[in-house]
C-alpha cells in the first residue's frame, strides 16, 4: 500500500512537472506487481493526499497565500512594494502540483475500482460517491484560480498501461468541467437518498473517512451545500442561470430529501484531534506570519468591524503588543509601503488572535460551514425576490458565524446570544436598513467577506471576482509591473508550456492575468 500511495502521489499523466520520459516509467503503477491494495486503502490514501492544503500548513500559506489571496480579498494588511500582485511562481507551481498529486490518487483510486467485480462495486459505491464529492470540491478551486485544467484525460497513466505518449492531457473547459461536476453531484443527491451500505462496509469507512467518519447524512449536506456552492459560482452566466434557479429552488423547497450544512454542528471539517498527528494546524502561525508580522489586520476589515461593535472582534483579533487596551487599528493599504513598514513594525496594529485562529493548534480544516451556505442561500432568495427568506438567511448566517468564531476557542459565552441580536439590529448591519437590493447585496458580501477571513482565502477571492463586493481600493503598482491591479486569474505554471505543450496550445492566447474565468462576468 506504502508504494501505490507514493507512486500515485507523483504528478502523473499530465505533462505538468519537470519531468523526463524516464519518469513515466517510474511512476506508472503495474497492478500485476502492486503487492497488495484495496479500495479502502486507497481510498484513505486520496483523502490523506491533499491535507496540506485542507489543514493550516506554513507551505501553503507562506509559499501560496500570503502574498496572493490573502492580499487580493484585503484579509490582511502588507506593506505595498512594486510587483505586489503577481502571483509567484512557486506559489502557482505547487499549488498545481499539489492538486495534480491529488487528482492522480483520485484516477487511481477509479481504476482500482474498476477492476472489483460488479458485487463488489454495488457494496462499495459509498466510496466512488464521497470520494468524487470531495475531488468535486477541492478541482473547484483550482478551475476558479486557472479556468481551463487538464482533467477528464489527467492523470490516466495507470490506466493507459504505463503508455506516457497516450497521456498527455488536454485541457478541459472550465465551464464544461463546472457542468460535469453539478450534474454528477445532482446524481449523487438523489443516489444518497436510497443506497445502502452493509454494516462491514460502514464500519470500515468509518476508520477511512476522516472527513465524516462514513456518516452518509453528513455527506448528503456536504454533496447539497457543496451544490449551492458551485451553482451560486456560476449563477451570473445566462446559460446557467435557469439551472441555478431550477436546482437550489429544489434543495431550498424539500430539505428532508436535499439537506444542507444548517448549523455549527454540522459544518464539514477536518477535525483535529491530536496536533501529535498528521491531522493539524500547528505551523498556521508561521506561514501566516511568514518574514515579519503578515498576520496584522487590514483597516478596511477592521474599521466595519469597530463600527459595528462586531462581536468576532476580540476573537478573530487582538490588540498589537503595544496597542492601548482594547484598541484594534488595521493597516491602510492607501500609504506608501514605507510608512506601512513602520506601522507594522511599530506593534500598534491588530493581529490575527493567537488563541483561537494563528496559533490554534485544533484549528480544523474547513470544507463547507453553515455561516457559508447561509450567505450564499441569502443572495439566491435576494434574487428570487423573497426578502423574508433572504434576511433570513442572512441574520442566521451572522449568528452561525460568530457561534463558529467563539467556538474555535471552547465553550460560547453565556451572553452571546444577547450579542449576536444588539448586532445583527445595528444600522449598519440591520437588513431592514438596507433600502436596495444592491445594498442587501453589500451586506451579505461583507459578512461572507468577514466569515472567510483567512481561514478560507481562495473562496474568499473567488466571491470577490464574482460579484465584485465588498468594494476593495488597491494602490496601482506604477513600477512598471506587468499587474498594476490584482490579477482576474492566475497563469499556468511555467511547465506546462514546456512538458504539456501540444496540449497548451489549445490555451495558450487565453493564458493571462487579466482574462477572466468564465463565472467573472461583471
Known amino acids: 500500500m506504502k508504494k501505490i500511495f507514493l507512486i500515485a502521489a507523483l504528478v502523473i499523466a499530465t505533462g505538468v512537472t519537470s519531468c523526463k520520459k524516464s519518469d513515466f516509467a517510474k511512476a506508472y503503477v503495474d497492478p500485476s506487481k502492486v503487492a497488495s491494495t484495496t479500495v479502502e486503502k486507497q481510498y484513505a490514501g486520496f483523502l490523506s493526499s491533499d491535507l496540506d492544503y485542507v489543514m493550516y500548513k506554513y507551505w501553503n500559506y507562506f509559499v501560496v497565500l500570503q502574498n496572493t489571496a490573502l492580499h487580493y480579498t484585503q484579509a490582511v494588511g502588507w506593506a505595498n512594494a512594486p510587483g505586489q500582485y503577481i502571483p509567484g511562481s512557486a506559489a502557482i507551481h505547487d499549488r498545481w502540483v499539489n492538486y495534480y498529486s491529488f487528482l492522480s490518487q483520485y484516477k487511481n483510486f477509479l481504476y482500482l475500482y474498476s477492476l472489483q467485480s460488479a458485487a463488489d462495486q454495488k457494496a462499495k459505491r459509498i466510496y466512488l460517491i464521497t470520494a468524487t464529492i470531495h475531488f468535486y470540491d477541492q478541482t473547484q478551486k483550482v478551475v476558479d484560480l486557472h479556468g481551463d485544467i487538464p482533467w477528464s484525460q489527467a492523470g490516466l497513466l495507470t490506466t493507459n498501461g504505463g503508455n506516457y505518449s497516450k497521456s498527455y492531457a488536454k485541457y478541459d473547459g472550465a465551464a464544461t468541467i463546472y457542468t460535469k461536476m453539478l450534474d454528477d453531484l445532482k446524481g449523487f443527491a438523489d443516489e444518497l437518498n436510497t443506497i445502502s451500505v452493509s454494516s462491514d462496509v460502514s464500519s470500515i469507512i468509518k476508520t477511512q473517512d476522516f472527513i465524516n467518519n462514513g456518516d452518509v447524512t453528513a455527506w448528503k449536506k456536504y454533496c447539497n451545500s457543496l451544490r ?295
Open 228 to 522: 449551492i456552492k458551485l451553482l451560486t459560482r456560476v449563477s451570473g452566466v445566462s446559460s446557467f442561470q435557469s439551472r441555478v434557479a431550477s436546482e437550489i429552488g429544489q434543495i431550498t423547497a424539500n430539505p428532508s430529501t436535499y439537506p444542507v450544512v444548517s448549523s455549527n454542528a454540522e459544518n464539514i471539517l477536518v477535525k483535529v484531534y491530536d496536533p501529535g498527528t498528521t491531522i493539524n494546524s500547528n505551523d498556521f502561525y508561521t506561514g501566516l506570519i511568514g518574514w515579519g508580522n503578515n498576520d496584522v489586520a487590514s483597516k478596511k476589515m477592521i474599521d466595519i468591524m469597530n463600527t459595528n461593535t462586531d462581536p468576532r472582534l476580540s476573537v478573530m483579533f487582538q490588540p498589537g503588543e503595544k496597542a492601548a487596551a482594547n484598541t484594534y487599528i488595521g493597516l491602510d493599504q492607501s500609504l506608501d509601503g514605507s510608512t506601512q513598514q513602520t506601522l507594522i513594525d511599530g506593534g500598534t496594529l491588530a493581529r490575527y488572535n493567537f488563541a483561537y485562529i494563528s496559533k490554534n493548534k485544533s484549528l480544523p480544516g474547513i470544507l463547507i460551514t453553515a455561516a457559508e451556505v447561509d450567505f450564499l442561500l441569502a443572495e439566491y432568495y435576494l434574487n428570487a425576490g423573497n426578502d423574508a427568506a433572504a434576511k433570513a438567511a442572512y441574520n442566521a448566517g451572522i449568528s452561525q458565524s460568530i457561534e463558529f468564531y467563539f467556538g474555535l476557542g471552547g465553550a460560547l459565552p453565556a451572553t452571546l446570544p444577547a450579542e449576536e441580536t444588539t448586532y445583527i439590529n445595528k444600522a449598519g448591519i440591520s437588513w431592514a436598513g438596507a433600502a436596495t437590493t444592491a445594498d442587501k447585496m453589500n451586506l451579505i458580501a461583507i459578512q461572507k467577506w468577514t466569515n472567510y477571513s483567512v481561514l478560507q482565502p481562495l473562496e474568499s477571492w473567488a466571491e470577490y471576482r464574482r460579484t465584485k463586493l465588498p468594494a476593495f481600493s488597491f494602490v496601482t503598482d506604477a513600477s512598471g509591473s506587468v499587474l498594476p491591479q490584482p490579477p482576474s486569474r492566475w497563469v499556468y505554471p511555467t511547465d506546462e508550456q514546456t512538458f504539456n505543450a501540444a496540449n497548451y496550445q489549445a490555451v495558450k492566447a487565453n493564458d493571462t492575468f487579466t482574462a477572466k474565468i468564465f463565472w467573472d462576468v461583471k
